[in-house]
Nanobody, 129 residues
Framework: QVQVVESGGDSVQAGGSLRLSCTAS????????MGWFRQVPGKQREGVACTGYNVEDIYYLESVKGRFTISRDKAKNMLYLQMNNLKPEDTAMYYCAADGPYSGGAYFCHLGQTGNNYWGQGTQVTVSS
């Protein structure tokens, strides 16, 4: 059984930093694209940062480039999202997801699903001005 669990959401002031963590079990982590998505009530979900099964294949949403960094630890089956210089518009529920096998990062972030697809329950990030 595949489980995806994210953590690390919190309330911070603008300009602050957070690191989200995600653990994925029950799948061959190295063969799956992993990504972070976010959603605000009433708006479409958007792909924030994704890494393909080839870890050099990394995609970022334009509005987070230079502020967010996605990374994965294959030994621990962990995915991270370091978020710096947070802005109020980053406020959302953040979801970790896995897609594959052998999915690309950009495709995953744009489409949300290209293969077998697994999602966490979400962790709330709130940025106040």
């Amino acid at each position: 059984q595949v489980q995806v669990v994210e953590s690390g959401g919190d309330s911070v002031q603008a300009g602050g930093s957070l690191r989200l963590s995600c653990t994925a079990s029950g799948l061959d982590f190295e063969k799956y694209a992993m990504g972070w998505f976010r959603q605000v009530p009433g708006k479409q979900r958007e792909g924030v940062a994704c890494t393909g099964y080839n870890v050099e294949d990394i995609y970022y949403l334009e509005s987070v480039k230079g502020r967010f960094t996605i990374s994965r630890d294959k030994a621990k089956n962990m995915l991270y999202l370091q978020m710096n210089n947070l802005k109020p518009e980053d406020t959302a529920m953040y979801y970790c997801a896995a897609d594959g096998p052998y999915s690309g990062g950009a495709y995953f972030c744009h489409l949300g699903q290209t293969g077998n697809n697994y999602w966490g329950q979400g962790t709330q990030v709130t940025v106040s001005s």
